[in-house]
């Protein structure tokens, strides 16, 4: 069964340091979507690509924060300089439409970030 | 500004039926969803409701009320595998996928 790749699992920096985040979606998604979780909360949209381009990233702090998806089919989340505040889960999901119907997404195991 | 209100916490014994409630004010609306999710997991997609009424997949059915802004998910036989965390979420006007803040459900022998 296809799923979404995401590495690496765990990740443990200090802060001011950078950290990236790599995401494989399901071959054939044309959407894909990095989400932050924090412990005890729901997923929080950071930033949603329709094939290569970014569609929202209204809540992705740009001050430290950047994500690509070059080819429209992997894509890099990556954080510098880390803050004791980013530590979280930090989810990628796909879908195959990006908002019709059920529009349902399939998330990643995800990437737990600590940071020191 | 846009939200979700669900229960922070329900238990329940296994064999029993629980309901989880959502209520929500979002700008737009495309449809309500619920997703599971395990601790240390991925969420997963349970059920989607774009229209008033009851859909129901096996022991889990889900409702949806666009006029009161309101829905639940319905888990009927109760199994322990059934304890995790239980996320509505809501398509706004511009088909962003807005989550919950999630309800704990533990199921207690």
């Known amino acids: 069964e296809a799923e979404v790749a995401q590495s690496p699992r765990y990740k443990i920096t200090e802060k001011s340091q950078a950290v990236a985040f790599w995401c494989d979606p399901i071959?054939?998604?044309?959407?894909l979507y990095w989400y932050r979780q924090i412990l005890g909360q729901g997923p929080e949209l950071l930033v949603q690509f329709q094939d290569e381009s970014v569609v929202d990233d209204s809540q992705l702090p740009k001050d430290r924060f950047s994500a690509e998806r070059l080819k429209g089919v992997d894509s890099t989340l990556k954080i510098q300089p880390a803050e004791l505040g980013d530590s979280a889960m930090y989810l990628c999901?796909?879908?195959?439409?990006?908002?019709?119907?059920?529009?349902?997404?399939?998330f990643g195991e995800g990437s737990r970030l600590t940071v020191l | 500004g846009q939200s979700l209100e669900q229960p922070s916490e329900v238990t329940a014994v296994e064999g029993a039926i629980v309901q989880i409630n959502c209520t929500y004010q979002?700008?737009?609306?495309?449809?309500l969803s619920w997703y599971q999710q395990h601790d240390g997991g991925a969420p997963t997609f349970l059920s989607y409701n774009a229209l008033d009424g009851l859909e129901e997949t096996g022991r889990f059915s889900s409702f949806l009320s666009r006029s009161d802004s309101y829905g639940y998910l319905l888990l009927q036989e109760l199994q322990m595998k059934d304890s995790a965390s239980y996320f509505c979420a809501v398509r706004d006007s511009s088909y962003k996928l807005i989550f919950g803040s999630g309800t704990r459900l533990l199921v207690r022998p």
């Open positions: 999901a796909s879908s195959f439409l990006p908002g019709q119907g059920a529009g349902e997404l399939f």
């Open positions: 071959s054939g998604h044309a959407t």
């Open positions: 979002t700008s737009g609306f495309y449809g």
